[in-house]
């Protein structure tokens, strides 16, 4: 079973407006979430103090809704509160994640759920940039994009076509028509390169530091950027990379900078590659580790650099579940 929430209001105590913005919400709710009427098990409701005039679950059982329990109660009184306001919650036999619906002045109470949004996660090589978007996007029910694999995508092309990434000249000619799509699969993006699955391929560590030179070229970010910007335009998403804060997202909500020391970053790159089974020893990861951030902060297109406005937080010594929940907590307060 799960648990699906809602919220709505009404302009006045008045029993149609509470008729119609009951059904109005309950059908929404069993819209979005696909629920047929077996499946919903009970709803429970609670109104502000300010509604008097009638019973929210007395109304959604005239909006046909009475195969099921329903309950109503009164909430406490509570300075500064949303007033004439319903809520509701469902218990229905379904698995999977559950869309939580906000209508009319409810939206307010769940802006993550209700507004399109943009958080941008920067940092440098290992910071775990990667790993936490991921995690965060799966918790929050919104893309992650993550831009650094289309960067890896442009590096592999200039490799099938023998073309050095210094090369601005030659890779200006292919970059034009470069076929680069992102879908996203059970929360995992996708990425493709002439309409091939290239997300295990563009991983491979050689591919790292090509795609460290190519994407310091300026008709490759301004590509890349732009195709990053329209995702974000169009869906509430995560995006992380080393410019996103500063440069592809400056005006994103949420912003912050990840960073740990370069040992850490190299014992994390080290393990990964273990896992993967790729054999490089650790002190060339360190070294690469530490020319690819001077690479990265000393270019002249959209360097690394941490926006005035983002948060930064050090993960040398946290785990990736302690970092995922700080930044969700820095979200939840500005929501």
Do not use: W
């Amino acid at each position: 079973m799960i648990a699906i929430r809602g919220a709505t209001t009404v302009e006045h105590d008045c029993a149609e407006e509470i008729k119609v913005a009951v059904g109005e919400l309950l059908c929404e709710i069993r819209r979005e979430n696909k629920l047929s009427d077996d499946k919903i098990v009970c709803i429970m409701f609670s109104n502000t103090s300010d509604l008097k005039s009638y019973y929210p679950a007395k109304a959604a059982r005239e909006s046909g809704f009475c195969s099921c329990a329903l309950f109503s109660s009164l909430e406490p009184e509570i300075d500064n509160s949303l007033g004439k306001c319903i809520r509701v919650m469902l218990i229905v036999e379904k698995c999977g994640k559950p869309k939580h619906i906000y209508l009319n002045g409810a939206k307010s109470l769940r802006s993550d759920l209700t507004e399109k949004f943009a958080i941008a996660l920067d940092g440098p090589a290992g910071s775990g940039k990667s790993t936490v978007s991921a995690i965060i996007a799966e918790k929050l029910n919104i893309l992650c994009l993550d831009t650094g694999a289309m960067y890896r995508a442009c590096a592999l092309k200039c490799i099938e076509c023998g073309i050095s990434p210094e090369d601005e000249a030659k890779v200006a000619g292919i970059i034009d028509d470069i076929d680069i799509k992102v879908k996203y699969s059970d929360g995992k993006q996708i990425t493709y390169l002439d309409g091939a699955d290239v997300s295990v391929d563009i991983r491979k560590p050689e591919i790292s530091m090509i795609a460290s030179k190519v994407s310091a070229l300026k008709c490759v970010r301004t590509k890349m950027v732009d195709l990053q910007r329209q995702i974000a335009s169009e869906n509430s998403c995560i995006l992380d990379g080393r410019d996103i804060g500063t440069n592809v997202l400056p005006n994103a909500k949420y912003k912050f900078f990840l960073t740990a020391s370069a040992e850490v970053r190299a014992k994390r790159r080290f393990d990964e590659n273990v896992s993967k089974g790729y054999d490089e020893p650790y002190a060339e990861i360190l070294e690469e580790i530490k020319k690819r951030d001077m690479q990265d902060m000393s270019r002249k297109i959209a360097p690394l650099k941490k926006a005035e406005d983002a948060v930064e937080i050090d993960t040398s010594d946290m785990t990736v579940d302690e970092v995922v929940n700080k930044i969700i907590s820095l979200i939840q307060v500005k929501i």
